[in-house]
Structures are given as C-alpha cells and as structure tokens.
C-alpha cells in the first residue's frame, strides 16, 4: 500500500469538503486575557498582531488569576516538574489526594478520582462501567460529547440514544428492559454547542423511576453554576440524586485535568479497574495545586460569575438589537447562527484578519450540517470596547454576506 497516498487523499477530501481543521497559533498573555499575541501557524519567530479571543473556553479567566499562577509558581519550585509516575507507581503525590477530598466535597460526594482530562475521565469510565457490570445497557443522550461517545463504544455494552433532552423518550426507553437488568443513563448539563441546559430533575426522576445510575457531564458548567460552583445540579438541588458527577479542570477553572466524583464503593472500582486510569502518568503537582487553588477560590467568590453573567447578557442584548441570529438559552454560550459551511469560515477568517477578533467557526461534524455556527464565550474580562469592536464587526461582515437579520 502507498501510505502516503492513502493520507494526502484522505486529507484531500476534508479539503474538498471545506472541513479541513486550521488552528490558530495564538500567546495568551498572563494579566491581559482575552488579549493574545497571534502568530503565522508554523511557528515563525514573531507575532503577526494581536487578537482578541472570543471562543475560550477559560470561561472566567482563572487562568491568569493572581491565585492560581502563585500556588502553580510555589508548587512548581517546592515539588519539581512532574508527578514522577503513574498513581500507582509512586506518582501520587499529596496535592492530589488534596485535589480529589477538594472536588469530592464540591459535589457533595463521599470520593472523588482524577484524570489527566475530562475525555480521558468520560471515556475511562464509561467504558470501565459498561464492559465490567454484566449485560449492562447505557443510554446516551443524544447530544453527548465525543468523550462519551468513544467510551461507550469501547465497552462494546449495549446502547441505546434518546432524544436530546427528552426524558419522556428517556423513560419510554428504560422501561423496554426490567428493573433487574443494569442501566446507565448518560448526558450533560450544559451543553456546549447550543448552550441549551438539561431538564436535570426530570432526567433524575425517570432515571430513578427506572432503577438506572445516572451519569452526569458538569463540564460546561462548573466553576460557573451553583453558589459554589459546584454545577447545574448544585443550583438545582439535586447533587445527592445523580451517581457519577464528571468534571475537567480545563475550562472554568482554568488548569487542566479531568475527574469523576461520586460513592467510595463507585470510585475505588474506576480506580481499581480503570485501565485509562492506571497506566498513565498523573498529572504534575503544581498542575493539581493550580486546579485547587482555582475551586477553591471560584467556590467562596461569585464576582467572577456574576461578571461573567453581566457580560453575555450585554453581548446577547447588543447582537440582538442589530439582528444577527442567536440560538436562544439560559447558560454563558452564545451562539451565532450562520448555517453555511463556507460563510461561517468566511466570516470567521476576516474577524480575525481585518478585526484582530478570534472567534472558531464551528462546522460539521461538531455541528449538523446547515447549523454552522461562531459559538462566542463573553468573559468577564472582556471590555465594553471589546463588545463594540465585535458587534460592529460582525454587523458588517453579516451585511457583506447577505446573510438574513433576525426581525427584532
Ligand atoms: C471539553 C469537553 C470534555 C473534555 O474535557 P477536557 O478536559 O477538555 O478533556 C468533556 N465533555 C464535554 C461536554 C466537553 O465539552
């Protein structure tokens, strides 16, 4: 076989289909977030301006907080580079034990298990649960991130998908199969591309109806949501009610890693069992110091969040006003609906060359075809000239484009 050919052509066909990935290589600036240095994409020396990025996911900005960088900076000098191993093998070290009794307490849970991130947290345990219960089914909305999706594949259990945020397509589901046999019912709370929220108590309800575990992705939600920051079901109430809580450290709060939270029994399984769990390194300590002093911090401050509400109200009340089409919703996502693969590049190519504005189209597979989308994260670092700068960016690329206005 001529390898080689076999990739270009591969290659090609994204190519052809307007879905071949560009990264922007970008240099956050510590103390000047959402500000970045923007560079030409194959690591040439200098930058080739700056931009303002309006697609993070560093949702508050924890990534450059005075906090974190100084216990990261401490962490760093006091215990060295990295983990030194995986958990097993003398990589556990006491920031993590610390970092886990943190995010345990968080979610009101009695454990908690960490990851080197929130895919390898998602895919590590769902298909550690799906392969080792016996003739177990999981039930996935149909939403789900890609994380999840593998890991249940991988399980090789039986899946069935309900319709996303359907708990009566839910319930009409579990009840094909008897309380004796194991479900899992897994889903989200935010999720990221609409920003549309789940009907957590009803989902709980069915699930509990129906004798399933529920498994629940906070990831779009934590540091953000609840008095603490503890996510979607700590605002509503209902932490006690859901199995497994998975979170990352990436977003919100700014570091990197994932987790899981739930029961001792349900954690000491995953971490007995968990073959993405064992054979990996663990994270660096100054890493886990970092993700601790930015929950701990999010958990006892709400100005971050009311900052960060306060913004995408504006941003959403601004874009309205001139007509550009937002899918409506009630979390921090704002997503701009364009519904054309190439426009939706266009439009994000020239924000970013002639306006110094970053924001990622969003294209198939992410999203369905003819949903194409720029999905925009207002900070609360983002200012009232940013705001401008983009509103009156996108008014006029949106004019260029002939693309419809929404009636007001
Ligand atoms: C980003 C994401 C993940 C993965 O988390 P990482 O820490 O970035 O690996 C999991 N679930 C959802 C819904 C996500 O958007």
């Known amino acids: 076989m001529d390898y080689e050919a076999f990739l270009a052509m591969k290659l090609d066909g994204l190519h052809a289909e307007g879905r071949y990935r560009v990264f922007a290589e970008l240099e956050r600036k510590a103390g000047s977030f959402p500000t970045a240095a923007r560079y030409d994409g194959h690591g040439s020396a200098d930058p080739t301006g700056q931009v303002t990025v309006w697609c993070s996911n560093d949702y508050l900005g924890m990534g450059q907080n005075a906090k974190v960088i100084a216990a990261m900076h401490q962490a760093l000098d006091a215990f060295g580079a990295g983990a030194g191993g995986t958990r097993n093998i003398s990589g556990t070290n006491h920031s993590h034990v610390l970092l886990e009794r943190e995010l345990a307490d968080l979610h009101g849970k009695e454990a908690a298990l960490l990851f080197t991130s929130g895919y390898v947290s998602n895919w590590t345990t769902l298909s550690t649960l799906g392969a080792s219960i016996p003739d177990c089914v999981i039930i996935s909305d149909a939403g789900n991130h890609a994380s999840m999706i593998e890991g249940i594949r991988h399980s090789k259990a039986e899946k069935r998908i309900f319709r996303h945020n359907d708990w009566a397509?839910?319930?009409?589901?579990?009840?094909?199969?008897?309380?004796?046999?194991?479900?899992?019912?897994?889903?989200?709370?935010?999720?990221?591309?609409?920003?549309?929220?789940?009907?957590?108590?009803?989902?709980?309800?069915?699930?509990?109806?129906?004798?399933?575990?529920?498994?629940?992705?906070?990831?779009?939600?934590?540091?953000?949501?609840?008095?603490?920051?503890?996510?979607?079901?700590?605002?509503?109430?209902?932490?006690?009610?859901?199995?497994?809580?998975?979170?990352?450290?990436?977003?919100?709060?700014?570091?990197?890693?994932?987790?899981?939270?739930?029961?001792?029994?349900?954690?000491?399984?995953?971490?007995?069992?968990?073959?993405?769990?064992?054979?990996?390194?663990?994270?660096?300590?100054?890493?886990?110091?970092?993700?601790?002093?930015?929950?701990?911090?999010?958990?006892?401050?709400?100005?971050?969040?009311?900052?960060?509400?306060?913004?995408?109200?504006?941003?959403?009340?601004?874009?309205?006003?001139?007509?550009?089409?937002?899918?409506?919703?009630?979390?921090?996502?704002?997503?701009?609906?364009?519904?054309?693969?190439?426009?939706?590049?266009?439009?994000?190519?020239?924000?970013?060359?002639?306006?110094?504005?970053?924001?990622?189209?969003?294209?198939?597979?992410?999203?369905?075809?003819?949903?194409?989308?720029?999905?925009?994260?207002?900070?609360?670092l983002h200012s009232d000239a940013d705001i401008d700068r983009l509103v009156g960016a996108l008014s006029e690329l949106w004019s260029q484009c002939a693309l419809a206005r929404a009636v007001a």
């Not at 019912?185 to 999720?191: C, I, L």
Request: hydrophobic residues 40%.
């Open 169 to 380: 397509d839910l319930d009409r589901i579990l009840s094909e199969y008897g309380p004796e046999r194991p479900k899992i019912v897994a889903f989200e709370s935010v999720y990221s591309m609409d920003g549309d929220i789940t009907p957590l108590r009803q989902i709980v309800e069915v699930c509990e109806k129906n004798g399933a575990m529920t498994y629940l992705d906070e990831v779009h939600a934590v540091g953000m949501y609840g008095p603490r920051g503890g996510g979607i079901a700590e605002r509503e109430g209902l932490m006690d009610r859901i199995d497994i809580i998975e979170g990352t450290l990436g977003k919100a709060f700014g570091v990197v890693g994932g987790y899981i939270t739930g029961s001792a029994k349900l954690v000491d399984f995953i971490r007995s069992f968990a073959s993405g769990f064992i054979f990996t390194t663990a994270l660096p300590p100054h890493v886990a110091v970092g993700a601790l002093a930015s929950i701990r911090h999010l958990k006892w401050s709400n100005a971050e969040r009311l900052a960060q509400r306060e913004r995408v109200a504006k941003v959403r009340a601004r874009l309205n006003s001139i007509g550009i089409p937002l899918i409506p919703n009630d979390s921090h996502i704002v997503p701009v609906m364009v519904g054309d693969a190439a426009k939706c590049k266009w439009i994000s190519d020239l924000l970013l060359d002639r306006h110094g504005i970053y924001v990622q189209p969003i294209n198939y597979p992410t999203v369905p075809k003819k949903t194409e989308r720029l999905r925009i994260t207002p900070t609360p």
